[in-house]
């Protein structure tokens, strides 16, 4: 099946820097989408991209569809203390209802 | 905040009991999913279903079953369950492929089988 590498898998930043993350995929994706998680929460969609090449804003957040179909990018500027979390990637191929999720990265934010 | 609600939130069972967690919806979204969440493994599909008595398996089904009699309702069953399915179980709902796919999550059931 369809996998998904993200990374990194986690991170501990200074509060105020800014954040890069990224998945890659095996195969082609169509969507990719972005997600938050928060302690004893359900993900919270951040952002969807549908189209290679796509650059999205979200406030601080920032993703992108590489050109290659294959991977996506999240970037989140000047962090804060409530970034922290796990994020996760999500992909979903032609003519699929499935989503396959990365394993998430793990955001630690030091005031 | 999207209208769904998983019951129980939290539930302990014996080894051997059958299970059955619920997600209901009221965005009346055609699609529905079970996913499971453990440290290690992110999120896995385990079931989906695309209808009213439609549905498929996802990748870890095994020892799960599911029924979906009305458009709101989407039951997850373990028939007898087991340690290895102690988890986090998560419901979401799409409206479907294309702009639609992105999926809203529940806020989750913390199973524990002793």
């Known amino acids: 099946g369809q996998q998904l590498n993200q990374s990194p898998q986690s991170m501990f930043i200074q509060e105020g820097e800014d954040v890069s993350m990224n998945c890659t995929s095996s195969s082609i994706f169509n969507t990719w989408l972005w997600y938050k998680q928060d302690p004893g929460e359900g993900p919270v969609l951040l952002i969807a991209?549908?189209?290679?090449?796509e650059l999205t804003s979200n406030g601080r957040l920032t993703a992108q569809f590489g050109i290659t179909r294959k991977d996506s990018f999240l970037n989140i500027s000047a962090s804060i203390p409530s970034d922290v979390g796990i994020y996760f990637c999500a992909g979903r191929g032609a003519g699929s209802y499935q989503l396959t999720f990365g394993k998430g990265t793990k955001l630690s934010v030091i005031p | 905040d999207a209208g769904i609600t998983q019951s129980p939130r939290h539930k302990v069972t014996e080894t051997g009991t059958p299970v059955t967690l619920r997600c209901h919806q009221t965005e009346n979204h055609r699609y529905m999913y079970w996913y499971r969440q453990d440290p290690g493994h992110g999120l896995r599909l385990i079931h989906y279903s695309y209808g009213v008595k439609d549905t498929d398996k996802g990748e870890v089904s095994d020892g799960y079953s599911v029924s979906r009699s009305k458009t709101e309702d989407f039951l997850l069953t373990l028939e007898s369950a087991t340690s290895s399915q102690t988890s986090v179980y998560f419901c979401?709902?799409?409206?479907?492929?294309?702009?639609?796919?992105?999926?809203?999550f529940g806020q989750g059931t913390r199973l524990t089988v002793v």
């Open positions: 979401a709902i799409s409206k479907g492929q294309g702009q639609n796919t992105e999926a809203f």
């Open positions: 991209l549908y189209k290679a090449g």
